[in-house]
């Protein structure tokens, strides 16, 4: 059969089929060394015939063993060319390069064209776990673009390591073959928020590599983390699978060096408060506590409105490892009480079958200890829930809508999506398990409501839900 002719050509930027993934790629590695940093004119050749020959297994074969079948299976005609299943791009496979370490600012330093002085292993900056949160959302809020070559205005590199050099407040750009120098490998059971988790491939470390910072349990089962990470097109929060979408079983916790230890930093035992009914003496801690969490009840006076203390940021997190994710719409809890906390509170205890002032959302005694030493019964999922008032269904919360989930609420929002106009990536009528299609209505209906970054990720919140059955 005559071999076809080649011609470069450029796949539309959003396909997510799996040449044009591969092809993307390819020009990624094409591209990865500019003159400015050490290639060599010569090596324009070498890349275009890495394009070419890439470009020829995508036509010839797609990949796999369908490119064997072509040519041990000689046919009189030729074959139609397999359309592989889409993938989606941006969840599946970040396929991230990165640069190697560097000063702040690049080579070239910064402002004044001084670089940076270096960071040391041994001599890394103490940093709390909430200050590394809070510097993991400033280029979230920021929105900021991801980037292997460029580097934000406080100096590091918009990559993923560099993300994480940042979190961490680093002195230089690390990468993902030196990340690990600054922290110790810890067990999955021993992840807090500000930890790490870090997938170094030495045979292709620009597009095999990857790392995210892990803000938290998305519930008790431990399958899902809020994934801080910087990927394309720009900085995200996600609720990801252990360890990643792709590669999990490669995925390695690690935790800074620079962390004074424990979920909240430096936090001294809470001694008996005199006069509150609800505080008890001295306890032991129960088996697991973790270093820095309250184990003692510290007292009914720390919670409720105007409250702001980490005792309020800890029993939400608590609650979240409950089933709580839903009453929290960014999936972290802060030291600031609110109606998030209040609900989630009044939420479990009703789990217990407690009812009136029992219930009402304000801890004692009793729900700290359960919450603390991980006893009774969890928050209890509202898949089925029924329509509240003008007829829109009671959001069921986010964990519903999830890989691997199938239940009645994904059906109804498919349908619903239809309805509004949004089904165009569905090639069946919706169902009960949780789509790749299901995600990708969802954003499109978000980005019409003029969502951009974490806001439009394809995973309905609150607030979409609301739009959505209004």
């Avoid at 299976?73 to 060319?81: G, N």
Wanted: with cysteine; aromatic share 8%; hydrophobic share 35%.
């Amino acid at each position: 059969m005559p071999m076809p002719g080649f011609e470069e050509y450029e796949p539309a930027g959003d396909c997510a089929c799996r040449g044009c993934a591969q092809r993307r790629r390819a020009l990624a590695r094409a591209r990865a060394i500019p003159l400015r940093d050490g290639g060599h004119p010569a090596a324009r050749g070498a890349r275009r015939a890495l394009v070419l020959a890439t470009a020829a297994g995508v036509v010839l074969g797609g990949g796999g063993t369908t490119a064997v079948a072509a040519v041990t299976t000689p046919t009189p005609t030729p074959a139609p060319v397999p359309v592989p299943a889409p993938v989606p791009a941006a969840l599946d496979d970040p396929s991230s390069p990165q640069g190697g370490r560097t000063p702040l600012h690049g080579p070239k330093g910064g402002p004044v064209g001084k670089p940076g002085a270096p960071a040391r292993p041994g001599a890394v900056r103490r940093i709390d776990r909430a200050t590394i949160i809070n510097r993991a959302k400033l280029w979230l809020d920021a929105e900021v673009p991801y980037s292997m070559s460029e580097y934000w205005t406080d100096g590091y590199r918009q990559d993923c390591s560099g993300y994480v050099s940042m979190v961490w407040n680093l002195g230089t750009n690390e990468w993902t073959g030196s990340l690990d120098k600054f922290a110790t490998k810890i067990t999955k059971d021993e992840l807090l928020p500000g930890d790490m988790l870090l997938f170094h491939n030495p045979a292709d470390p620009n597009n095999g590599s990857h790392v995210v910072i892990f803000g938290g349990w998305v519930d008790s089962t431990r399958t899902h983390y809020v994934a801080y990470e910087q990927t394309r097109p720009n900085t995200r929060k996600l609720a990801t699978p252990y360890g990643y979408w792709s590669n999990a079983t490669k995925y390695v916790p690690y935790r800074f060096n620079g962390v004074p230890g424990g979920i909240l930093p430096d936090v001294p035992e809470v001694p008996e408060v005199p006069g509150v009914p609800d505080a008890p003496g001295a306890q032991p801690p129960p088996a697991g506590a973790k270093p820095g969490d309250a184990t003692v009840f510290p007292g009914a006076d720390k919670f409720g409105p105007g409250k702001t203390n980490d005792h309020v940021a800890q029993l939400g997190r608590m609650l979240i490892e409950r089933g709580a994710y839903r009453f929290y719409p960014k999936g972290v809890a802060d030291r600031t009480w609110s109606d998030h906390d209040q609900l989630a509170t009044a939420a479990f205890q009703r789990a217990q079958g407690w009812t009136g002032a029992d219930a009402d959302g304000i801890p004692g005694t009793h729900t700290w200890k359960l919450l603390v030493e991980k006893q009774g019964k969890n928050i209890p999922p509202t898949v089925a829930a029924a329509p509240g008032p003008g007829g829109v269904r009671a959001y069921p919360g986010a964990l519903v809508f999830r890989p691997g989930q199938s239940n009645e609420a994904i059906r109804a929002l498919g349908r619903q999506l239809v309805k509004k106009g949004f089904g165009k990536y569905y090639t069946t009528s919706p169902d009960l398990r949780w789509s790749e299609a299901d995600r990708r209505n969802v954003e499109a209906f978000q980005r019409a409501q003029g969502w951009t970054g974490a806001s439009a990720n394809g995973y309905p919140g609150p607030e979409t839900w609301r739009r959505l059955f209004a």
